[in-house]
């Protein structure tokens, strides 16, 4: 189990509900409580549905479901690897693996949206599967090997769904495009030869409030194609 | 100095001669059949290698040495007297380096501001929040429409009514145009509040060194920011610099410097560091601005032979504690009426402010009027189609039809048996009209370096329609070279002057003075080359990156040995956007076709395909300009089926300001697209380039409730069309 947040009135709710009435409130779910009530593992084996890494040492990796380990309730050090690289950095139990790529190492391709996995903009890949990383604390993607948006290509070399996006024009204002492209990118390696159907249920909770969904089918069409040699 | 040219004008259903008198510093107008090279030509945005690489640097994404970070606390109530806020023990807590309040101020809505902090993390800040005491003393507030215009309502302003003195547009004699109708109807549409949900959150990261400040900005308009913050701090302009290099959508609701962006600069100033201030997403449903709800009472009647008779529009409609609920345009502007008036009124409520979204009280009207016209059409016995063409006054429109028609096959699917499943198909059509024709006050500098690359330099930002791409392929075509030599330098205020980014104003009033740029660099570039070459300058030409005189074409120099030749670093030329030319039309056309298919048994809508038509003079990019069009339309299905503000009557609270339980339309629920373009040469300015991200969003939501009320045999009435309401309906029916 996790331990006890340092301050009773932690809350995620950023302020929309205010200080003064909140002790009144009686229990409410934070995304902490949840993650909490879920079990720290289990919140990434059951819900995310990726198995935990093998163990390395106590540090690096989060013991097996249903044991106990103390981090916090000051920051703590340790290490993710992301992008194939490991990232050594220093932060509160709290914060969340999307807090910690974008304040804490710079990688802000992924981006915060709706904060409570309902629209995809922070998809990453967890062991290659996508996952929405506002709902995971970055604590628990110790022990995974984490891909972000800048680890897929670069402008200069960009992967196939990335080129596919630019030359589709699968994009507008371009916020959603980062986790869009990342759960595609995720469905593509699962399937390389997807329906127009699957695409769109591959990416079904990735909001784009431009509407670009029709060229982000097309775009992921000619990817998948152009991986298969066909384009 | 002026000169007198006669340009052909018009579109495929007919062009004429026009005579126009233009200032001799413009280029001659695009005209009809005009050749060209680069613009026209499907292509990809300049910067989607940035943003599908997750490198393109939005405002959140602004990350400064010693940044910290802000966070708002809000009223938790509709209606209050802020007697005190105690920020002592917020100030206490360890990274805390700022805090601010708005004692003694009256709160109007559940979300307004009452104080905000500034502390090492976004953590903390949120921490801090929860630190800050505040004494409220409620009052009474009005959170519905008809409680607030009741006589005895609580007043939301301390002013006599909560309902504003009414606008009334009239011509002609609507009782006697309904008298003389062979038939009428009668009926009230409402739709809710809608609010804009950009994905990229309003706010600021603001840094003063000295008394000179540089705020990176999510704003569709850099220049009003600029002005409002050199006002509050009382700073000559230039001391102020705004950054929008990428902006994650507005939709109307980011213009001027909100409090998030004051706050981050007085945060910033305070704690001596530079402040990022992003507001989380309950923030951005509450107090960032909406599409103001809208109750309309609409009479209407007609001539056996469909020709409208009598259009009346009594209206009341709320946004909140701002203004501008009005929903006439439609009713004013899409069809031939003798006999019409529209009389709108605002009322207040405790909740959000409203602001302008997306053709505001455009798609509102659209969806009443049109749906009045269907239930009509009926009554007549007309082909809903054939009814909107006899009172039809565009002929671009008229062409669109033709066009939208045939390609969504509409006589067939209007004569095709309804199934006997629970699955019943429906068609709508609506018409569309905007005027997207720009406005004077952007300037524009063109640039050509000694390496042979060109930049073009303007204040304006892009907001996802791909603005940066479209002025490089009007300075790359006027000055006859390649795409990739040209790139767009856009988003900060140290470039000249452009206008926000709203109101389908930038594509047609950033490009004729790019354009004029370009012109005005072509010349000085002919000038230097013209000794090189041995020709008069007036005699060159420049093709493909390529110059050489049209008497000896075998004698050339390219473009990039030319630039070699500029002395000092560079070479810029200014442009600017001149009034608009009377030219052939000041308006713009569309119309759009739905079709949907509605399960009887659950109530739930399909939006399965849609055709859209539309006219924005010369297009571009008909890649990017596709884009917004399915933008607009996917826009139009989320107002249709899902999207409404919900307040709690008894508390004056948003219900569901998150995106789960406010729900944006996805990709399953993306209908196919087919789009159109009616390309119209008409001369208002030097490109003939018309806005269109206002103009595609107009007519969806009205073609989609067309299309529920054919599928049903029976109107629902009330935005949105969700299975309750479609179940409803078919009881009736």
Request: net charge neutral.
């Given at each position: 189990?996790?331990?006890?947040?340092?301050?009773?009135?932690?809350?995620?709710?950023?302020?929309?509900?205010?200080?003064?009435?909140?002790?009144?409130?009686?229990?409410?779910?934070?995304?902490?409580?949840?993650?909490?009530?879920?079990?720290?593992?289990?919140?990434?084996?059951?819900?995310?549905?990726?198995?935990?890494?093998?163990?390395?040492?106590?540090?690096?990796?989060?013991?097996?479901?249903?044991?106990?380990?103390?981090?916090?309730?000051?920051?703590?050090?340790?290490?993710?690897?992301?992008?194939?690289?490991?990232?050594?950095?220093?932060?509160?139990?709290?914060?969340?693996?999307?807090?910690?790529?974008?304040?804490?190492?710079?990688?802000?391709?992924?981006?915060?949206?709706?904060?409570?996995?309902?629209?995809?903009?922070?998809?990453?890949?967890?062991?290659?599967?996508?996952?929405?990383?506002?709902?995971?604390?970055?604590?628990?993607?110790?022990?995974?090997?984490?891909?972000?948006?800048?680890?897929?290509?670069?402008?200069?070399?960009?992967?196939?769904?990335?080129?596919?996006?630019?030359?589709?024009?699968?994009?507008?204002?371009?916020?959603?495009?980062?986790?869009?492209?990342?759960?595609?990118?995720?469905?593509?390696?699962?399937?390389?030869?997807?329906?127009?159907?699957?695409?769109?249920?591959?990416?079904?909770?990735?909001?784009?409030?431009?509407?670009?969904?029709?060229?982000?089918?097309?775009?992921?069409?000619?990817?998948?194609?152009?991986?298969?040699?066909?384009? | 100095?002026?000169?007198?040219?006669?340009?052909?004008?018009?579109?495929?259903?007919?062009?004429?001669?026009?005579?126009?008198?233009?200032?001799?510093a413009?280029?001659?107008?695009?005209?009809?059949?005009?050749?060209?090279?680069?613009?026209?030509?499907?292509?990809?945005?300049?910067?989607?290698?940035?943003?599908?690489?997750?490198?393109?640097?939005?405002?959140?994404?602004?990350?400064?040495?010693?940044?910290?970070?802000?966070?708002?606390?809000?009223?938790?109530?509709?209606?209050?007297?802020?007697?005190?806020?105690?920020?002592?023990?917020?100030?206490?807590?360890?990274?805390?380096?700022?805090?601010?309040?708005?004692?003694?101020?009256?709160?109007?809505?559940?979300?307004?501001?009452?104080?905000?902090?500034?502390?090492?993390?976004?953590?903390?800040?949120?921490?801090?929040?929860?630190?800050?005491?505040?004494?409220?003393?409620?009052?009474?507030?009005?959170?519905?429409?008809?409680?607030?215009?009741?006589?005895?309502?609580?007043?939301?302003?301390?002013?006599?009514?909560?309902?504003?003195?009414?606008?009334?547009?009239?011509?002609?004699?609507?009782?006697?145009?309904?008298?003389?109708?062979?038939?009428?109807?009668?009926?009230?549409?409402?739709?809710?509040?809608?609010?804009?949900?950009?994905?990229?959150?309003?706010?600021?990261?603001?840094?003063?060194?000295?008394?000179?400040?540089?705020?990176?900005?999510?704003?569709?308009?850099?220049?009003?920011?600029?002005?409002?913050?050199?006002?509050?701090?009382?700073?000559?302009?230039?001391?102020?610099?705004?950054?929008?290099?990428?902006?994650?959508?507005?939709?109307?609701?980011?213009?001027?410097?909100?409090?998030?962006?004051?706050?981050?600069?007085?945060?910033?100033?305070?704690?001596?560091?530079?402040?990022?201030?992003?507001?989380?997403?309950?923030?951005?449903?509450?107090?960032?601005?909406?599409?103001?709800?809208?109750?309309?009472?609409?009479?209407?009647?007609?001539?056996?032979?469909?020709?409208?008779?009598?259009?009346?529009?009594?209206?009341?409609?709320?946004?909140?504690?701002?203004?501008?609920?009005?929903?006439?345009?439609?009713?004013?502007?899409?069809?031939?009426?003798?006999?019409?008036?529209?009389?709108?009124?605002?009322?207040?409520?405790?909740?959000?402010?409203?602001?302008?979204?997306?053709?505001?009280?455009?798609?509102?009207?659209?969806?009443?009027?049109?749906?009045?016209?269907?239930?009509?059409?009926?009554?007549?016995?007309?082909?809903?189609?054939?009814?909107?063409?006899?009172?039809?006054?565009?002929?671009?429109?008229?062409?669109?039809?033709?066009?939208?028609?045939?390609?969504?096959?509409?006589?067939?699917?209007?004569?095709?048996?309804?199934?006997?499943?629970?699955?019943?198909?429906?068609?709508?059509?609506?018409?569309?009209?905007?005027?997207?024709?720009?406005?004077?006050?952007?300037q524009a500098q063109c640039v050509?370096?000694?390496?042979?690359?060109?930049?073009?330099r303007i204040?304006?930002?892009?907001?996802?329609?791909?603005?940066?791409?479209?002025?490089?392929?009007?300075?790359?075509?006027?000055?006859?070279?390649?795409?990739?030599?040209?790139?767009?330098?856009?988003?900060?205020?140290?470039?000249l002057?452009?206008?926000?980014?709203?109101?389908?104003?930038?594509?047609?009033?950033?490009?004729?003075a790019v354009?004029q740029a370009a012109a005005h660099l072509?010349?000085k570039?002919?000038?230097?080359?013209?000794?090189?070459?041995?020709?008069?300058?007036?005699?060159?030409?420049?093709?493909?990156?390529?110059?050489?005189?049209?008497?000896?074409?075998?004698?050339?120099?390219?473009?990039?040995?030319?630039?070699?030749?500029?002395?000092?670093?560079?070479?810029a030329a200014d442009g600017e956007?001149?009034?608009?030319?009377?030219?052939?039309?000041?308006?713009?056309?569309?119309?759009?076709?739905?079709?949907?298919?509605?399960?009887?048994?659950?109530?739930?809508?399909?939006?399965?395909?849609?055709?859209?038509?539309?006219?924005?003079?010369?297009?571009?990019?008909?890649?990017?300009?596709?884009?917004?069009?399915?933008?607009?339309?996917?826009?139009?299905?989320?107002?249709?089926?899902?999207?409404?503000?919900?307040?709690?009557?008894?508390?004056?609270?948003?219900?569901?300001?998150?995106?789960?339980?406010?729900?944006?339309?996805?990709?399953?629920?993306?209908?196919?697209?087919?789009?159109?373009?009616?390309?119209?040469?008409?001369?208002?300015?030097?490109?003939?380039?018309?806005?269109?991200?206002?103009?595609?969003?107009?007519?969806?939501?009205?073609?989609?409730?067309?299309?529920?009320?054919?599928?049903?045999?029976?109107?629902?009435?009330?935005?949105?069309?969700?299975?309750?309401?479609?179940?409803?309906?078919?009881?009736?029916?």
């Amino acid at each position: 189990m996790l331990p006890k947040p340092h301050n009773p009135d932690l809350s995620d709710n950023h302020g929309a509900e205010p200080a003064s009435d909140r002790r009144d409130a009686g229990p409410r779910l934070t995304r902490r409580s949840f993650i909490k009530g879920a079990g720290a593992a289990a919140a990434v084996a059951g819900l995310i549905g990726v198995k935990p890494g093998p163990a390395a040492s106590a540090v690096e990796n989060p013991p097996p479901a249903g044991a106990a380990e103390r981090i916090g309730p000051g920051a703590e050090t340790f290490t993710l690897r992301i992008n194939g690289a490991p990232r050594t950095l220093t932060v509160e139990p709290r914060v969340t693996l999307l807090g910690a790529l974008r304040d804490h190492l710079g990688l802000t391709g992924a981006k915060l949206v709706c904060d409570r996995g309902a629209c995809g903009a922070c998809t990453v890949h967890l062991d290659g599967a996508p996952v929405t990383a506002c709902m995971i604390l970055a604590s628990d993607a110790r022990g995974h090997e984490i891909t972000t948006i800048e680890g897929l290509g670069t402008p200069a070399r960009m992967a196939p769904i990335q080129r596919a996006f630019v030359a589709e024009d699968a994009l507008q204002c371009g916020f959603c495009t980062p986790g869009m492209t990342m759960a595609i990118a995720a469905a593509l390696a699962a399937n390389p030869a997807p329906t127009a159907d699957e695409i769109k249920r591959a990416v079904a909770g990735n909001i784009c409030r431009c509407g670009a969904y029709p060229h982000v089918i097309r775009a992921a069409l000619a990817a998948a194609k152009s991986a298969r040699g066909e384009g | 100095m002026a000169r007198r040219v006669t340009l052909t004008l018009g579109f495929a259903g007919g062009t004429r001669e026009v005579a126009v008198v233009i200032p001799d510093a413009e280029p001659t107008p695009w005209q009809w059949g005009e050749k060209f090279s680069v613009v026209g030509v499907p292509t990809p945005r300049a910067d989607g290698p940035l943003k599908a690489t997750g490198r393109a640097p939005y405002t959140y994404d602004v990350q400064l040495p010693g940044m910290l970070h802000g966070a708002i606390l809000r009223s938790p109530y509709p209606h209050a007297r802020v007697r005190g806020v105690d920020l002592s023990a917020a100030r206490k807590l360890d990274g805390v380096r700022a805090a601010l309040d708005r004692s003694g101020a009256t709160v109007r809505f559940a979300g307004q501001e009452v104080a905000a902090v500034a502390a090492t993390s976004p953590e903390i800040a949120r921490d801090a929040l929860a630190l800050i005491r505040v004494d409220y003393a409620p009052m009474p507030f009005v959170a519905a429409m008809d409680e607030a215009m009741r006589p005895d309502a609580a007043l939301v302003f301390e002013r006599g009514s909560n309902v504003a003195a009414p606008i009334v547009n009239a011509v002609g004699n609507v009782a006697a145009g309904l008298e003389t109708a062979a038939a009428t109807h009668e009926a009230v549409y409402t739709t809710p509040v809608q609010t804009h949900v950009s994905l990229e959150t309003h706010g600021a990261v603001a840094s003063w060194r000295g008394d000179a400040l540089t705020v990176w900005c999510s704003t569709q308009g850099i220049f009003g920011v600029r002005d409002d913050l050199a006002v509050h701090f009382s700073l000559p302009p230039e001391n102020v610099r705004v950054i929008t290099a990428y902006l994650g959508g507005g939709f109307g609701s980011k213009f001027g410097a909100g409090h998030e962006v004051i706050f981050a600069a007085e945060l910033a100033r305070m704690a001596g560091a530079p402040v990022k201030l992003m507001l989380p997403r309950a923030d951005e449903h509450l107090a960032t601005g909406n599409r103001p709800s809208s109750s309309q009472r609409v009479r209407i009647g007609a001539a056996r032979d469909g020709a409208l008779t009598a259009i009346e529009l009594v209206q009341h409609g709320s946004g909140g504690i701002g203004g501008g609920s009005g929903s006439s345009g439609p009713y004013l502007t899409l069809y031939r009426c003798a006999n019409l008036r529209t009389e709108e009124r605002n009322v207040y409520l405790n909740a959000g402010p409203s602001s302008a979204m997306r053709a505001p009280g455009w798609p509102q009207g659209c969806f009443a009027l049109e749906l009045a016209i269907d239930e009509l059409a009926r009554k007549l016995g007309i082909d809903r189609l054939e009814l909107r063409r006899r009172n039809n006054p565009s002929p671009v429109r008229a062409l669109e039809f033709e066009i939208g028609a045939r390609a969504f096959r509409w006589n067939d699917r209007s004569r095709a048996p309804q199934s006997r499943g629970p699955l019943k198909r429906g068609i709508g059509v609506a018409s569309a009209a905007w005027h997207g024709i720009g406005a004077s006050g952007p300037q524009a500098q063109c640039v050509a370096l000694r390496d042979g690359r060109v930049q073009v330099r303007i204040g304006t930002q892009d907001i996802g329609t791909g603005t940066r791409t479209i002025i490089a392929m009007v300075a790359a075509e006027e000055l006859g070279l390649p795409l990739d030599r040209v790139t767009a330098e856009i988003g900060d205020t140290r470039y000249l002057f452009s206008l926000p980014s709203g109101g389908s104003l930038t594509a047609p009033s950033t490009t004729p003075a790019v354009r004029q740029a370009a012109a005005h660099l072509k010349r000085k570039l002919m000038r230097l080359a013209a000794p090189l070459l041995g020709a008069d300058s007036d005699d060159l030409i420049i093709r493909g990156g390529v110059i050489s005189a049209r008497a000896a074409p075998n004698r050339s120099l390219t473009f990039a040995e030319l630039c070699r030749r500029i002395p000092g670093d560079s070479l810029a030329a200014d442009g600017e956007h001149v009034p608009n030319y009377a030219g052939y039309s000041l308006t713009q056309a569309g119309c759009q076709f739905a079709g949907v298919e509605v399960d009887c048994e659950t109530g739930i809508v399909r939006v399965t395909d849609f055709v859209a038509v539309h006219d924005a003079g010369v297009i571009v990019d008909p890649l990017t300009a596709r884009s917004q069009v399915n933008g607009g339309i996917i826009m139009g299905v989320g107002f249709a089926l899902f999207e409404e503000r919900r307040i709690d009557p008894q508390l004056g609270v948003m219900v569901n300001p998150t995106m789960d339980d406010y729900k944006l339309p996805g990709i399953l629920d993306t209908p196919e697209i087919q789009v159109f373009f009616v390309e119209v040469a008409n001369g208002i300015t030097n490109t003939g380039v018309l806005g269109l991200g206002e103009a595609v969003h107009v007519a969806a939501t009205a073609a989609i409730g067309c299309a529920v009320a054919d599928a049903i045999g029976a109107p629902v009435r009330d935005l949105p069309l969700t299975p309750d309401r479609v179940l409803a309906a078919l009881g009736q029916a």
